[in-house]
């Protein structure tokens, strides 16, 4: 079974950084497209940021410029980093990998969560 454990979230003033990390465990054989989704209250889950496994990025307008996404495929691994931080930003993020090719076929995983508050 895989599972996607998240980690690195938190508060922080506006204006300052937060890294967030994402790990894929269980017996994986390939990862085609990592990604982060977040959810504020009251909105829709969005993209934030995709990496599929040949280093291809894809960003939410609103976060070009500011995070960046990188990932590890040898250790099935995502990071976001988040800079310039605004209120906007405050939301619970979502870790996404998929299709992922394991023992028993091909599926999409989600993490849990964490959440990331930006105020002063």
């Known amino acids: 079974q895989v599972q996607l454990v998240e980690s690195g979230g938190g508060l922080v003033q506006p204006g300052g950084s937060l890294r967030l990390s994402c790990a894929a465990s269980?017996?994986?054989?390939?990862?085609?497209?990592m990604a982060w989704y977040r959810q504020a209250p009251g909105k829709q889950r969005e993209l934030v940021a995709a990496?599929?496994?040949?280093?291809?990025?894809n960003y939410a307008d609103s976060v070009k410029g500011r995070f960046t996404i990188s990932r590890d495929n040898a250790k099935n691994t995502v990071d976001l980093q988040m800079n310039s931080l605004k209120p906007e930003d405050t939301a619970v993020y979502y870790c996404?990998?998929?299709?992922?090719?394991?023992?028993?076929?091909?599926?999409?995983?989600w993490g849990q969560g964490t959440q990331v508050t930006v105020s002063s």
């Open positions: 269980g017996i994986i054989f390939s990862i085609n497209t």
């Open positions: 996404n990998a998929g299709p992922v090719i394991t023992t028993t076929g091909i599926h999409d995983y």
């Open positions: 990496i599929i496994r040949g280093g291809s990025t």
